[in-house]
């Protein structure tokens, strides 16, 4: 079923290409337009020292490093990965009302219930019309530029990192910027100590609203600076018929603080600070948005939802060395405050550690070598880990840009 699924996913993508190419053939307007077929071919290979959820071998995740000793077998175990190539298209169309872009992109990597596997994973799924945009598309509460330039797929741990779908509204653009978003909602929570309880069985979600983001972003010949918020409901609904009310609600706010300084000659200083209550989705490598916390005295809500505070932290120095030669070196962590009614393996805090040399003996080809670390802390057992891998990419980029006038 698994293969069967795959051929169809190729042919939709099939489909979806030429129907993009035949948008340049068959309209006979006058007025200019493109699109771009762009992507990259990229391969890892490396070695794992420790162990890590088997699902998330090619990666550094914190949060998905074992909660106690030997969870996910053993350590040391070489690796292969050809789960970060990439495909997109961009079509750029004159129209009355200003330019229209759109752009469709999917990669290789597998997450949710194709966690693991080599299978097409949208990313970006946009259009923008003048100051208006809708579709999947980088939150504006998140900072894309505070990536660093690594190859390790995943990222800094402690960054806000999420694609969403959303409508957006952008009055200001260009290099200093400013943007509002609804976006689509969702959260997680974790039922702790209480998970095999009957009453919390009949405790659903209910998203009334939208997530509600901006970005006001300052550019300038030193870089930019950048500040970006969020505000979400969040709340979920007792059905159960029984003496117990659990019913509750929580406010997920968060601020992020992000920026790109330019020094020396090609160098950049990348980072970003991330504080908030109940945004953990938002991260690039965060548990659960709520946890349970004990109401001790209220004999009908014995206990209760809270937001987990978080605090995210991430800096890196991309380094020109030459024109063949870089490296990217950086810290990033994530700390959550837990709830009483967690469990005591619950994920508490995480650090995440890269250093690299690429190497461009072409245009447009790359190879490079990493040194990845990360570790994780529990909440209240003591437990502490880490994982230290080796990685090697090879990657080659292709861009064709197609017009017609």
């Known amino acids: ?8 996913r190729v042919l939709i993508v099939m489909a979806l290409t030429f129907s993009l190419v035949g948008q340049l053939q068959a309209q006979d307007e006058e007025k200019p337009k493109s699109m771009e077929i762009y992507g990259f071919i ?4 490396g070695y794992n020292f420790n162990q890590i959820q088997n699902d998330w071998f090619d990666v550094v995740r914190p949060t998905k490093l074992p909660a106690y000793k030997n969870q996910y077998g053993t350590d040391g175990n070489f690796y292969f990965s050809v789960r970060q190539t990439r495909l997109g298209f961009k079509n750029y169309f004159e129209t009355p009302l200003g330019e229209l872009k759109t752009q469709f992109e999917f990669e290789m990597f597998g997450t949710g219930v194709d966690a693991g596997q080599t299978t097409i994973r949208l990313r970006h799924a946009y259009a923008e019309l003048g100051k208006f945009g809708a579709g999947q598309y980088w939150s504006p509460f998140m900072d894309i530029d505070v990536f660093p330039n690594t190859v390790e797929y995943w990222g800094p741990n402690g960054m806000a990192f999420f694609r969403n779908v959303q409508f957006r509204y952008m009055p200001i653009q260009g290099d200093t910027r400013l943007t509002f978003a609804l976006e689509r909602p969702g959260a997680s929570a974790d039922q702790g100590t209480y998970a095999n309880r009957i009453e919390l069985a009949g405790v659903k979600p209910r998203f009334a609203l ?3 983001s901006f970005e006001y972003r300052k550019a300038g010949s030193f870089g930019y600076v950048e500040l970006a918020g969020i505000a979400r409901s969040i709340k979920w609904e007792d059905q159960n018929n029984d003496v117990y009310d ?4 929580a406010l997920g706010w968060g601020l992020n603080l992000s920026t790109n300084l330019k020094f020396g ?3 950049v200083f990348r980072g970003a600070v991330v504080y908030g209550e109940g945004i953990q989705n938002y991260f690039n490598d965060a548990p659960v948005d709520v946890g349970i916390k004990n109401n ?3 004999v009908t809500s014995p206990v209760k939802g809270v937001a987990l505070p978080i605090l995210g932290i991430t800096a890196f120095v991309d380094h020109k060395w ?4 870089t490296t990217a070196i950086g810290y990033s962590s994530v700390n959550i405050t837990n709830s009483d009614g967690q469990t005591n393996d619950a994920f508490k805090s995480g650090q995440y550690i890269v ?13 490079g070598a990493e040194i990845q670390y990360g570790d994780r802390n529990n909440y209240n057992d003591g437990w502490s880990t880490s994982i230290t891998k080796v990685q090697f990419s090879f990657k080659y980029n292709f861009s064709q840009v197609f017009y017609r006038n």
Do not use: E
């Open 42 to 45: 990229m391969m890892d290979a």
């Open 1 to 8: 079923m698994k293969y069967l699924s795959m051929k169809v």
């Open 355 to 367: 250093g690299n040399l690429m190497y461009y003996p072409v245009k447009n080809a790359m190879m």
């Open 210 to 212: 939208p997530d509600l």
């Open 265 to 267: 000659k090609g160098d």
């Open 322 to 325: 030459n024109d063949k030669f």
């Open 296 to 298: 001790p005295g209220n």
């Open 246 to 249: 659990l019913s509750g609600s």
